[in-house]
């Protein structure tokens, strides 16, 4: 990486044909709750247009698990996330309205 000389905040890449990966890019991902804006099927099929990995239940190899707005209270899915983070796990809880913000991310532009 280089910096600008003009603008010491500027970083470039020292090669451009290096692109970031979108941040659900080769994630492992559990939905838990009902989500208000799209169907669980839409969802998942989103997830894997930008390659992440769709998992049915928490595990230590989880790295996000996303709260649909419709839920009652914490799911076992949600307790087993905490329980695995208090134990050292980097696993994200993203609440439905960060996982559309993340969504919205374009994959060709990170």
């Known amino acids: 990486m280089n910096q600008n000389k003009d603008n010491p905040e500027v970083i470039l890449l020292s ?6 990966l979108h941040p659900f890019c080769n994630k492992r ?11 669980r099927s839409d969802a998942a099929k989103k997830v894997r247009t930008l390659g992440g990995i769709l998992q049915g239940a928490v595990t230590k190899e989880t790295d996000f698990v996303i709260l649909g707005k419709k839920r009652h209270g914490k799911s076992s899915k949600h307790l087993k ?10 696993i994200q809880i993203l ?15 990170v």
């Not at 996330?81 to 980097?90: H, P, T, V």
């Open 15 to 20: 090669n451009p044909s290096h692109h970031i």
């Open 29 to 39: 991902i559990v939905f838990t709750g009902a989500l208000s804006t799209m169907t």
């Open 81 to 90: 996330a905490e329980q695995l983070i208090s134990l050292g796990y980097d």
């Open 95 to 109: 609440l439905e309205d960060d996982f559309m913000w993340v969504l919205s991310i374009p994959k060709d532009q």
